[in-house]
């Protein structure tokens, strides 16, 4: 018997009763489980068994399937509910985490950064733009992805007031080195985005969200993040085609 704490990413039905379950836990990365008679539980089993909630599981194993014996609510998240778009982001989200998080994976800080933000996401204190970005780049930071945003590459210059980001190598150039390189991989961008990405990869998470930026800067720190992660992920993900519809 397994137990464990986690949230619930996605919910598959199965024949007329039962479900899978996707479950990013913090010792074991993303497992799927079956849960029998998912499909009409109620109560707090069955509340903490939906989209979005956060419980303590106890699974039965054989062999390598998982199925679910008991669970119990730590937080549903039912205010994401109340807003399509904060729920579509969220989906984003989870998506993500279902395709670059392995099983087995050692995985307790990327389980803190999502319920995290969807604390923040929930409750509507920050942005969902922002919340977007610093999703995007400190995930990228903890499954090994950390940008190279120290200093400039060709003379070391540590705050360009003008820079050229990388999205493919996560390193810059100041304007005075970048000269004639091929831009398409680059974003131009002012100091001020990099210092809200190297606040978002570099700092500890209990100052993470605490952070302020233009709403021009913004923009251009959600660009840069949702490029950044789409390079070295290699995809893009459905998820996000739809939240974007949705503004």
Known sequence: MIISEGIVLKERPVGEQDKFIDI???????LE????GGRKL?????????LFAYSRFCFDQRGE?????SAEPIHIFYGLRSSLP??????????VLRFCINPEAQSADVLRLFLNTLHFLENGKRSEEQLKAIFELRLMSEIGYMPD???CRGCGAFEPEELYFCVNDGGFYCSDC??????SNYYKIKLPVLDAVRHIVL?????????????NSLSVLSQLSEAYLQAHLERSFKTLDFYKSLL
């Open 24 to 30: 990013l836990t913090k010792e074991s990365g993303v």
């Open 33 to 36: 489980v079956s849960v029998k």
């Open 42 to 50: 109620s109560g707090k089993r069955g509340s903490s068994t939906q």
């Open 65 to 69: 399937k998982l199925s679910l014996n």
């Open 86 to 95: 904060r729920l579509s982001l969220a989906a984003y989200f989870a998506e």
């Open 149 to 151: 945003i120290i200093m």
């Open 178 to 183: 970048f000269s004639d390189r091929d831009e």
């Open 203 to 215: 700092t500890d998470f209990d100052r993470l969200y605490n952070f302020r930026i233009s709403d």
